[in-house]
């Protein structure tokens, strides 16, 4: 089953918040329903974002363009359009998706629909490539066999619309080569998309891997456990400086010091041009009741006050390696910081 479809003028999907243990499907009709399923990450993955945004302007192209005023109903799609965007503002695909969509409006609900449908297959096709493309690059940088990997969060396919994700989309292209003793999973505090997520992705497939609280990482990397570090994106600057899940710019520099490839995956729609570095990009600061609880139940006071910024930025210089479906883009820096520790 993909991650993200279309059926009967709906959007089908897996709800992640449900995962490991209960694998419940939706079936999103509305785009409020989509926004909410966006915000509680229900929907989640800067690839599956994209793909939900322009499945949500056709939600709205149908919803308002069978009005009798058209003016009206294209103006009222683009205000469900603009809500559907700015409901996560990190992941620059959220808002691509949207706009891919809203270009077709004028040509109506269909033509809306063909557009989101096109981008759900060319998502498929740009992660499967980008996925060989840093199976080739982690090979070309790691000489020991068998690899012993270190992903965060989840880039898996329940990241993009389809079949394959990015960054573990790579481990799963290593895997089918033979080439991967095992995987580190970092937990990933406080949504545990990688205890979640990633485990229950990396068990269905049978590939080797050990789950670690994210404090740990750095010590692994002390002990000699990883040969390089593989994580997704969110948005990607000109600059080459990487915004992900909370805890990537700890990676990238514990990374860093112990001379580990850090190798950042993601469609080329992840890569926002317009943005020239890191520091402008939009950092989601989500609830503080995540940080005070564990999956709802509370582990501090409700008094405490917490930050919860859902992602960070990892300079270009700490990224060995941000591999698309379409090139390599290597940071000399990166390259001669790096020695073996
Ligand atoms: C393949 S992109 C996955 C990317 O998105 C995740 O964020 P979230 O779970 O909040 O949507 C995380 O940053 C992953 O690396």
Same mark, same amino acid.
Do not use: C, H
């Given at each position: 089953m993909r991650t993200l479809d279309w059926e009967d003028g709906a959007v089908v999907t897996i709800d992640q918040c449900a995962l490991p243990h209960q694998e419940i499907t939706l079936r999103v009709r509305t785009v409020d329903e989509l926004i909410d399923a966006i915000k509680r990450l229900a929907i989640r993955g800067a690839p599956a974002l994209g793909i939900a945004g322009a499945f949500g302007v056709a939600i709205a192209a149908r919803t308002h363009l069978s009005d009798a005023d058209r003016p009206l109903g294209e103006a009222a799609a683009r205000a469900d359009a603009e809500r559907l965007a700015s409901a996560r503002p990190t992941?620059?695909?959220?808002?691509?998706?949207?706009? &891919? #969509?809203?270009?077709?409006?004028?040509?109506?609900?269909? #033509?809306?629909?063909?557009?989101?449908? %096109?981008?759900?297959d060319e998502d498929d096709r740009m992660n499967h490539q980008a996925t060989v493309n840093a199976a080739d690059v982690i090979v070309g940088l790691c000489p020991d066999r068998p690899l012993r990997l270190l992903t965060h969060c989840n880039a898996g396919a329940l990241a993009t619309a389809g079949l394959r994700g990015t960054a573990l989309g790579a481990v799963f292209e290593l895997a089918e080569r033979g080439l991967v003793e095992f995987v580190i999973v970092d937990e990933t505090r406080p949504l545990l998309q990688g205890a979640r997520l990633t485990a229950w992705e990396l068990g269905r497939a049978g590939i080797p891997h050990r789950l670690s609280v994210d404090s740990a990482a750095a010590s692994l990397m002390a002990r000699g456990l990883v040969d390089c570090v593989v994580v997704g994106a969110d948005r990607i600057t000109a600059n080459g400086d990487v915004a992900n899940k909370i805890g990537t710019y700890g990676l990238a520099v514990s990374a860093a010091y112990h001379g580990i490839?850090?190798?950042?995956?993601?469609?080329?729609?992840?890569?926002?041009?317009?943005?020239?570095?890191?520091?402008?990009?939009?950092?989601?600061? %989500?609830?503080?009741?995540?940080?005070? &609880?564990v999956l709802g139940m509370p582990?501090?006071?409700?008094?405490?006050?917490? =930050?919860?910024? #859902? =992602?960070?930025?990892t300079p270009a210089e700490l990224v060995t390696a941000v591999v698309t479906e379409a090139r390599v883009m290597r940071s000399e820096k990166a390259a001669a910081g790096r020695t073996a520790r």
């Open positions: 992941a620059v695909n959220l808002r691509w998706g949207v706009e &891919q #969509a809203l270009a077709s409006l004028g040509d109506g609900p269909d #033509a809306v629909l063909a557009t989101a449908l %096109r981008l759900m490839p850090m190798v950042v995956v993601a469609p080329e729609s992840t890569v926002d041009e317009q943005l020239k570095d890191g520091a402008l990009i939009e950092v989601e600061e %989500r609830d503080a009741d995540e940080v005070r &609880q582990v501090a006071p409700e008094a405490t006050e917490a =930050f919860n910024p #859902a =992602f960070d930025v």
